[in-house]
């Protein structure tokens, strides 16, 4: 097990340097640009790939490859500093890979996870698709279906999947289906959708509030037929698992646990990452707020010799810290397997508010400039937002915190 320790080693130091620079830039000077045309920014996550940041040799690296579990949220902190919408644009196939990892067989995560990636010539991305039209928080009612074609040994699936980083843009996705409805999210399963498969289709492209380079779509699956070797895990496991979860339907006190469920499990391994997200975009504002409250002069002094203005910073410092030291304390928990769920939530929760609070903060600070595209402070605003809503809303997390705290299922 590694210590925890607030001095970061030498290779995160040098990894932080290396991010930041590229995020001050190429991501930062680029931000204004994506965002106003609502595209997937293809020329900057090129960019990240050649120099090694996207790819699948990083992330292993950054998280696998560190027993600390600190790598990868300093990277993600320093990238959305540069922007968020960039920053999910290349962190984005990160979701589907940690996807496949969380649920397939090691020969799964051999084949597939890298394709979420491609490489440096080649570049690759990567979709996970849970949520629907009817079920975002409530995963546990997921219409997409997944039917066992026993004669052809292939999986059919039927369904739509809502608000999907990357989808239909994605080469490879991840699916969350039914494959048995009664047993609602114990009768779930994860699948592959490799490349170019007929029936998946991209539907609606969403026109969002913020991160609007990242590419937000409907994924339509008609009749989509995979291999019976796309079910993650393998059809053995997953019979073994539908057995246990009937058992337990009809005898409520019979039975081992069936574990984590598929979505699930994805997210809890991810909510640090949001929160380190969070993190970047809050001190991206806290900082170009010091700085401006500095410059700006208003009754013959700067502004930020004004208590209100200087202690708004004071506060806007402590809470990007706080919100910094309950990720490192999730990351590293989670990194050495004594993560109990609650932390990771904690961590999302507060970092979210906390991104939402110091950009409106920020904002407050410049002004009527503030208010207006030509300072970057109204962009980071928006972008905190999502920090609040995907992968488990404010509400969601701290559900999961009381039930964590209490033992008691509280609704
Ligand atoms: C930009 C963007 C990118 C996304 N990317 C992905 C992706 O890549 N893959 C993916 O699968 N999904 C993705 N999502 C979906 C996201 O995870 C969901 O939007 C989110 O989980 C919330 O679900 P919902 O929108 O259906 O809200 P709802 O579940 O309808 O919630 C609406 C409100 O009710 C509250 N609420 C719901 N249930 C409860 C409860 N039990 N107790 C108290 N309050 C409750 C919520 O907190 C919220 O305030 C993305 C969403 C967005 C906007």
Redesign the pocket.
């Known amino acids: 097990m590694a210590e925890f320790s607030l001095q970061l080693n030498d290779d995160q130091l040098q990894i932080q340097q290396w991010v930041h620079d590229f995020a001050a830039n190429v991501v930062r000077p680029a931000a204004e640009e994506w965002d106003e045309r609502e595209e997937f920014p293809w020329p900057v996550v090129e960019e990240a790939a050649k120099i090694g940041l996207y790819g699948m040799d990083f992330m292993a690296q950054a998280s696998i490859g560190d027993p600390t579990g600190l790598t990868l949220p300093i990277a993600m902190e320093e990238l959305f500093w540069g922007d968020a919408g960039i920053g999910l644009s290349i962190f984005?196939s990160g979701?589907a890979a940690a996807g496949i990892a969380g649920n397939g067989t090691p020969e799964q995560v051999a084949e597939w996870a890298p394709q979420c990636y491609g490489t440096a010539d080649d570049v690759k991305l990567g979709?996970?698709?849970?949520?629907e039209p009817d079920?975002?928080?409530?995963v546990s009612s997921l219409r997409t279906k997944a039917v066992y074609d026993e004669a052809k040994d292939e999986w059919v699936l039927n369904g739509t999947?809502?608000?999907?980083?990357?989808?239909g843009i994605a080469d490879v996705h991840v699916v969350?289906a039914s494959v048995d409805p009664e047993l609602k999210s114990r009768g779930q399963a994860s699948f592959v959708i490799p490349p170019g498969t007929p029936g998946l289709s991209m539907g609606q492209k969403?026109k969002?509030h913020g991160?609007k380079a990242?590419h937000?779509s409907e994924v339509v699956l008609d009749d989509c037929r995979v291999p019976g070797s796309c079910l993650l895990g393998g059809k053995e496991k997953l019979d073994e698992k539908l057995a246990r979860a009937r058992e337990r339907l009809n005898n409520p006190d019979a039975g081992a646990s069936t574990g984590k469920q598929p979505?699930m499990a994805t997210f809890e391994s991810t909510r640090p990452a949001v929160a380190a997200m969070a993190v970047g975009i809050a001190r991206a504002a806290y900082e170009y707020s010091l700085e401006y409250a500095k410059e700006r002069r208003a009754f013959g002094k700067a502004i930020i010799e004004n208590q209100s203005i200087a202690f708004m910073l004071a506060n806007m410092c402590m809470q990007v810290d706080a919100a910094r030291l309950l990720l490192w304390r999730a990351a590293w928990l989670s990194r050495n397997g004594k993560y109990e769920n609650a932390e990771g939530s904690m961590s999302k929760l507060y970092a979210g508010r906390t991104a939402v609070w110091v950009t409106e903060r920020a904002i407050q600070i410049l002004g009527g400039y503030g208010y207006t595209r030509e300072y970057p402070v109204e962009r980071w605003h928006r972008d905190a937002k999502?920090m609040d809503?995907?992968?488990?809303?404010?509400?969601?997390q701290?559900?999961v915190i009381a039930r964590a705290i209490s033992g008691i299922r509280i609704?």
């Open positions: 984005g979701l979709a996970f698709c849970v949520s079920a975002g928080s409530d999947k809502a608000w999907i980083t990357n989808g969350v969403y969002k991160i990242s937000t979505a999502i809503i995907f992968e488990g809303t404010e509400q969601i701290e559900l609704e």
